[in-house]
């Protein structure tokens, strides 16, 4: 980092000298500057924002909400734009997706941007649900919505939540959110007695094994009218519908000391809360700081508001024309622009550590996960690396190095996607957690004010490239 020869070079930039240049640890981190019950309260904000979120849909709800009360003003995503410097606005694309932006007071340098995904791993409801099987029981039909660990869906009580279109009294139609909120429905386990091998592996099939019993015969036919109910409307006004099972089981914090949270969606609700605490409290900078809540990460993101679609890049361009950007000055921004891909990691897991890589373990508790790929399924390089542990060293933030062990490929996620449609510096982070892609996840108590923390600063800060590729970082 000190060779002024180096085309990678990171300059310190007019800040004081208050770091070496080595990892501060997760102790020394809390020491400093947080009690555990700061961090507990932190972690309890997040749970409270989870329970509140069982879909994509109430997601973006409950956070535009935060946004309202801030003082960010909602933008129509189908009307023109009329933006001033120096204010705060938000977007929602299709129900399920956001990005909340703020403008600085003077010219604006680049654009700092963290993404994040507000989907998780569930069934999703077919049309025409209702199953009754064997005269008795009324199921419902119900696909697999991304990839997940099937088993612990079992025996534990579920509901569902998800949006209506409706057709209104003056003959428009609207979206109507929904959530049953109580013990709805149940995937029932086969008993021991009727399948010794259970406990030696099963290939669970979607259509056959894992249909939710949701009540005896006496409510088929029903369920529409359940859905008129909860949506205030007639069932001949229900047009269509997403919706999705979730979890109900309680999220709690747990341990000898505290030290973990369990919950449903921690993947990736976890990102998503922490980016918008930190929008909502970074000081203002000379970039445009973007934070960016997609929907359809679990399956892909091909969809029109996916990270994958031109939403992002669409609402970058109109940002830039409203303030009266030229085309050459739009580029000479992006180019210095950079963003943060938030979405978490697995921690080593105490009973199966071969399954990690041998030379870079992370652990929840221990700090942000800088996640890196040579497949390039994350964007993070030695440049963004770098400018990010500087970020965090200066602001006394433990992290930790995160790899793929070699013979377990691991999936893409939001930076690379939206990579090829906003071409800028990225690095992907998140947070160690187990169990991922189960119904009901655990993470460390710690780690939500850690991604608070470094995602304040990165708004906060500012980044110039010199000519020669050097980095200069400043707070």
Known sequence: ?????????????????????????????????????????????????????????????????????????????????????????????????LIAFRLPEGTAHSFHMTASHCDSPSFKLKENCEILRDGKYTELNVEKYGGMLCAPWFDRPLSIAGRLTVRDGEGRLRSELISFDRDLVMLPSLAIHLNREANKGTAFRIQSDMLPLMGSEEIHGRFKDMLAKEARTKAENILGYDLFLYDRSRPCIWGA???????????????????????????????????CIFDSEEIGSCTMNGADSEYLKTVMDRILSCLCISHEQSLCMLSRSFMLSADN???????????????????????????????????????????????????????????????????????????????????????????????????????????????????????????????????
């Open 1 to 97: 980092m000190n060779n002024n020869n180096n085309n990678n070079n990171i300059k310190q930039g007019n800040e004081p000298d208050t770091l070496s240049a080595q990892e501060y640890s997760a102790q020394e981190y809390s020491a400093q500057k947080y009690s555990a019950q700061d961090f507990e309260a932190v972690a309890s904000r997040l749970l409270d924002f989870i329970q509140a979120s069982p879909t994509c849909f109430h997601t973006v709800k409950n956070i535009s909400g935060r946004l309202d009360d801030a003082g960010y003003e909602k933008l129509c995503y189908e009307k023109e734009w009329h933006l001033v410097p120096g204010k705060s606005y938000y977007t929602i694309r299709a129900d399920s997706s």
């Open 257 to 291: 000391d505290r030290e973990y949270i369990s919950s449903p969606r921690l993947d990736d609700l976890m990102c998503v809360f922490s980016s918008i605490e930190a929008l909502l409290s970074a000081e203002k900078s000379d970039s445009i700081s973007v934070c």
């Open 345 to 475: 990691g697995h921690a080593v897991h105490p009973n199966h550590i071969d399954k990690n890589d041998p030379t870079n373990h992370v652990y929840m508790n221990h700090g942000i996960l800088i996640k890196h790929s040579a497949a390039g399924k994350y964007t993070t390089n030695a440049v963004s690396a770098s400018v990010f542990r500087e970020l965090c060293l200066r602001n006394s933030i433990p992290f930790q190095e995160y790899v793929n062990n070699s013979d377990i490929p691991g999936g893409s996620t939001l930076g690379s996607i939206s990579g090829s449609h906003v071409s800028v510096y990225s690095a992907d982070i998140g947070a160690a957690q187990l169990a991922m892609h189960s119904p009901y996840e655990t993470a460390g108590v710690k780690d939500t004010r850690y991604l608070i923390d470094a995602m304040t600063a990165f708004f906060g800060c500012s980044l110039n490239i010199d000519e020669d590729g050097s980095i200069t970082l400043r707070q």
